[in-house]
T-cell receptor, first 116, second 115 residues
Framework: AQSVTQLDSQVPVFEEAPVELRCNYS??????LFWYVQYPNQGLQLLLKYLSGSTLVKGINGFEAEFNKSQTSFHLRKPSVHISDTAEYFCAVSDPASGGSYIPTFGRGTSLIVHP | DTEVTQTPKHLVMGMTNKKSLKCEQH?????MYWYKQKAKKPPELMFV???????INESVPSRFSPECPNSSLLNLHLHALQPEDSALYLCASSQDWLPGLPPLHFGNGTRLTVT
């Protein structure tokens, strides 16, 4: 079964600084990769997804992520963060070729804290 | 604003109570999901309905009983819950249930407290 690791439980950053949230997954021939954001007291919102094609994926709110097959990573980046980006970010991965194990697995989450 | 609406937003219930959580979407989606999320944890899949039929039950205890009366509505009936069932319950939907793809639209959840 797929596993996903979000190495940082918390990432503090100042407003207008760049940020990278890390996500690594267990190796597989094929993967689908996703990033979600959860603002306080809300549900999850899909930021972006990688299913196939270009390894650089652009999402909403100025976020982008790069699929790196050799490093089994899918890190999320934003060149300049805002206070409103303060939220919990979840990486999710699934292996569509794994037969019954096609339920996407979520990482434990990374709390992005943007300071003024 | 979310396009998946969940009611109530908050619910406090005793261990002998029977209550229901409701979820509604009008996007024409044919797949609907229930997730459970404990504090500071990722969401855990409970059930998936596809075309109003239960497709996945992730070994959820029978004190949780899902129901899909029609393509727009999803209920979660609760009975004889335990305090450890206290969590945020999230409903979600997608155009279709496709292996490997998580839902695209989530509601804001019902915060459940079992006393």
């Amino acid at each position: 079964a797929q596993s996903v690791t979000q190495l940082d439980s918390q990432v503090p950053v100042f407003e207008e600084a760049p940020v990278e949230l890390r996500c690594n997954y267990s190796s597989s021939v094929s993967v689908y990769l996703f990033w979600y954001v959860q603002y306080p007291n809300q549900g999850l919102q899909l930021l972006l997804k990688y299913l196939s094609g270009s390894t650089l994926v652009k999402g909403i709110n100025g976020f982008e992520a790069e699929f790196n097959k050799s490093q089994t990573s899918f890190h999320l980046r934003k060149p300049s963060v805002h206070i409103s980006d303060t939220a919990e970010y979840f990486c999710a991965v699934s292996d569509p070729a794994s037969g019954g194990s096609y339920i996407p697995t979520f990482g434990r989450g990374t709390s992005l804290i943007v300071h003024p | 604003d979310t396009e998946v609406t969940q009611t109530p937003k908050h619910l406090v219930m005793g261990m002998t109570n029977k209550k229901s959580l409701k979820c509604e979407q009008h996007m024409g989606h044919r797949a609907m999901y229930w997730y459970k999320q404990k504090a500071k944890k990722p969401p855990e899949l409970m059930f998936v309905y596809s075309y109003e039929k239960l497709s996945i039950n992730e070994s959820v205890p029978s004190r949780f009983s899902p129901e899909c009366p029609n393509s727009s509505l999803l209920n979660l009936h609760l009975h004889a819950l335990q305090p450890e069932d206290s969590a945020l319950y999230l409903c979600a939907s997608s155009q279709d249930w496709l292996p490997g793809l998580p839902p695209l639209h989530f509601g804001n959840g019902t915060r459940l407290t079992v006393t």
